[in-house]
């Protein structure tokens, strides 16, 4: 059944709008205290302030008493990596040692360590797995998930990732956005051959992902070692003129320019950010780029966080993800990232939630239909243990998502 009401919330955290939200619009979630909403076919289609009749016919109606419960929007995670072969626990102890992550990738390991197992990895070997990714993350509260390709770097590999999420998207109740990303490191067959190795992408891969209709987005990552603003410019228009959405890792490492570029390009997102500069921020703000945050990365590499609270300050739309991947980022905790978001990066718990529903969706092209409890939405919904979204940062680490709706249908 895809109707459901859930009666009573001690809050009802509405998150409300239909775009991202910028600077101080983001303190105002727009809480009904003891508010019952109501899901019709798997669509938002009611919310009413306490007292208010109940105007449909309770019998055709899934009934939840959500009293002393907070009530929110499905969480998005617009950033992750979660279809991958092989794992990467070697090069954690490596760098617990002191090795750095780009150390490790210049020697061969990194994402190219993690490439050679997913091309080894079979359609049939990877879609489990990535189905056990998704019931975590969905216990978690994430109802809707990015996932980028880049593990292939081949012509066949980047499609079996993106066929995967495709399966998966259909299979589970998790709604996956994939996002091609052909340029996440340079192959050994390539090496050396960057801008060959670009021009590969654009002339062989854009086309065919674009014609299959296997990704919305296009990502690249742009770092000192990796691949160039020019070559980044140069990906990105052509990504562009195949209609595709752009989305950069920027500025994570070194301050390279990212944030300006992305600005430049009219990205939809540029993510990481931790070491974007004071002039990449102001354009990212006037160009209304969605200044996606990954706190988990930072804390698992032991690097200074994104300066969050200036962007907010600055009027960026600031979002959160958890950049679940086998090597920077092996979590998808939004527990923790809660935590980090607060505590280390300074937004309130109100600027986290903001950044981890109605932005996040804002940072996959969703903010009309997910993101929010507005009318007319799509019923993804969490209720926590606790009666107030504040629990979210404050009881650090612990999972406080009691029930997950999805579509209208309790799934968690
Ligand atoms: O977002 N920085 C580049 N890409 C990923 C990491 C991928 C990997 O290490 O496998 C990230 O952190
Ligand atoms: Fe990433």
Redesign the pocket.
Known sequence: MRNIIIKNAAQVVTCSGFRGKRGSEMSDLQVIDNGTVIVTDGIISHILQPGEPIPVEEKDYQITNAEGKALLPGFVDP?T?FVFGGYREEEFSWRMRGDS?MDIMHRGG??VN?TNATRAATEEELTPSGHERLDAMMHLGITTVEGKSG?GLDRETELKQLRVMRRLNETHAMDVVPTFMGA?ATPAEWKGREDAFIDFNIREMFPLVAQEKLAESVDI?C?KGVFTIAQSRRYLKAAREHGFLLKM?AD?IISLGGAELAAEMHCLSA??LLQASDAGIRAMADASVVATL?PL?AFSLREPYARGREMIDAGCIVALAT?L?????FTASVPLLFALACIYMQLTPEEAVTAFTINSAAALNRADSIGSIDIGKQGDLLLLQFPSYKFLPYHVGMNIVETVIKKGEIVI
């Open positions: 950033h990596h992550y990194g994402i993690t593990y996440h990552f770092e890792h994570e993510d990481h990954l990365t950049d991947n086998p090597g920077s980022s």
